[in-house]
């Protein structure tokens, strides 16, 4: 089929599923015990798409905290786990769109930097894999190579069987454009997380899924 999309892979929180206030809330929770304000400008963009470790990584970094990182991540880790028993929800448009894909004959997956034990959460609460079934991947499964690094992009693909250059990756984050752009596929960058002039790296920016629909109409020759 040339180069027409065939599959949609999807990351997941910003995608998909709601957290991004729970990370700020989160981190504004462990940096305000130390008596610092979270630098969501800097520190956000840097992050998503990120181990809870690495994020960690930036942050003793950034405010030069004298303190070991794993432990960081583990306070990331409960306060989070915390945070996700509390309130989750779908993006909004997401299962609207999805209605449309189901109508289609697109393979699709999520391909994700949430840990596996944050989205049992998100499936207990949401029914995650109604949708996605077992074609749900983590950078857990690539040997925790974080995105911009396109490795679960690529596992996504060789598991749907589609060619990364008949790939369309859905993000909401600089990272994950790079990794997509990385991995021979194209992106769209829906603004639910970032700032517009920080998606430009994608094929294109959405402002919801409906402008996703339109582009692939485009890239298709508006066969569906």
Request: charged share 25%; glycine share 8%; with cysteine.
């Amino acid at each position: 089929m040339g180069n027409s999309i065939e599959a949609i892979i999807f990351d997941a929180e910003g995608v998909v599923v709601d957290t991004e206030k729970l990370w700020d809330h989160s981190q504004d929770i462990l940096l305000g015990n130390r008596g610092l304000i979270y630098d969501r400008d800097y520190l956000k963009p840097r992050m998503a798409g990120q181990t809870l470790l690495d994020g960690a990584r930036l942050m003793v970094n950034f405010y030069r905290l004298n303190e070991n990182p794993e432990s960081i991540a583990l306070e990331r880790k409960e306060i989070i786990h915390e945070l996700f028993e509390k309130e989750i929800s779908y993006i909004r448009g997401f299962q609207q769109f999805m209605g449309w894909v189901q109508t289609t004959s697109f393979r699709y997956a999520i391909a994700t930097a949430m840990s596996k034990t944050l989205m049992e959460k998100v499936e207990r609460n949401l029914g995650l894999q109604g949708y996605f079934g077992s074609h749900i991947y983590y950078i857990e499964d690539v040997g925790n190579k974080s995105k911009p690094a396109p490795d679960v992009f690529l596992l996504a693909a060789e598991k749907l069987a589609v060619e990364p250059k008949n790939c369309l990756v859905i993000e909401d984050a600089p990272h994950g454009i790079e990794a997509a752009k990385r991995a021979g596929m194209r992106s769209a960058g829906i603004v639910t997380t970032f700032r517009r002039e920080l998606l430009h790296e994608a094929d294109i920016i959405a402002d919801d899924f409906d402008n996703i629909v339109e582009f692939i109409g485009r890239e298709n020759g508006s066969v569906l």
